[in-house]
């Protein structure tokens, strides 16, 4: 089956605190693995994917094929990035599965 | 911002009632998605389409209808039959199937 997991729904860190947002997955093939972001009444909006190995206001995720994870790091977070993220792994039919999301609150 | 626009922005339907949510984009995509997106749910696939005349059912099409007469337009028709219709909707785009999506403003339904 084809399934992504955020176990965490709520997730509150300090200015300046490193933060990792946890997504793990299960797929049979090479995955396709996303991570969106939805600030407070804006879009849902692409934040990174794992093929463009970029890092997107100082986010990073690595695929680990062995833990079947895609976690979202970054080193010192800013009251800015608090949203909502939310992983997603491309589906076998060109859809996309999301998880059920992380509320991210960085405090000052 | 733009590019793939969602309207009514708020919708209010009385129990029993078909209702029309549209969704258009003008960035030439082959494909589009409906979600739905629930407080604690996150988003779940009720329908999507990777080519004019052509459509699939997600996870939870029961109760939904859609129609893809034209590339640039999605219509997401919510049925009397749909149990629980009150939610978010978002409606999204990709030049490609799997390729990255590109998300509309939602349109927030209410069952009365």
């Known amino acids: 089956a084809q399934r992504v997991t955020q176990p965490e729904k709520l997730l509150s860190v300090f200015k300046g605190a490193p933060v990792e947002l946890k997504c793990n997955y299960s797929?049979?093939?090479?995955?396709?693995l996303f991570w969106y972001v939805q600030y407070s009444r804006q879009r849902l909006q692409l934040l990174l994917r794992?093929?463009s190995r970029e890092s997107i206001k100082g986010f990073t995720a690595d695929l680990n094929k062995g833990e079947t994870s895609f976690h979202l790091k970054k080193p010192f977070a800013q009251e800015e990035d608090s949203a909502m993220y939310y992983c997603a792994l491309g589906g076998s039919q060109g859809n996309l599965i999301f998880g059920k999301g992380t509320k991210l609150s960085v405090k000052p | 911002d733009g590019g793939i626009t969602q309207s009514p922005k708020y919708l209010f339907r009385k129990e029993g009632q078909n209702v029309t949510l549209s969704c258009e984009q003008n960035?030439?995509?082959?494909?589009m998605y409906w979600y739905r997106q629930d407080p604690g749910q996150g988003l779940r696939l009720i329908y999507y389409s990777q080519i004019v005349n052509d459509f699939q059912k997600g996870d939870i099409a029961e109760g939904y209808s859609v129609s893809r007469e034209k590339k640039e337009s999605f219509p997401l028709t919510v049925t009397s039959a749909q149990k629980n219709p009150t939610a978010f909707y978002l409606c999204?785009?990709?030049?490609?199937?799997?390729?990255?999506?590109?998300f509309g403003p939602g349109t927030r339904l209410t069952v009365l």
């Open positions: 960035l030439n995509h082959d494909a």
């Open positions: 797929y049979s093939g090479s995955p396709e």
């Open positions: 999204a785009s990709s030049k490609l199937a799997g390729g990255e999506q590109f």
């Open positions: 794992h093929i």
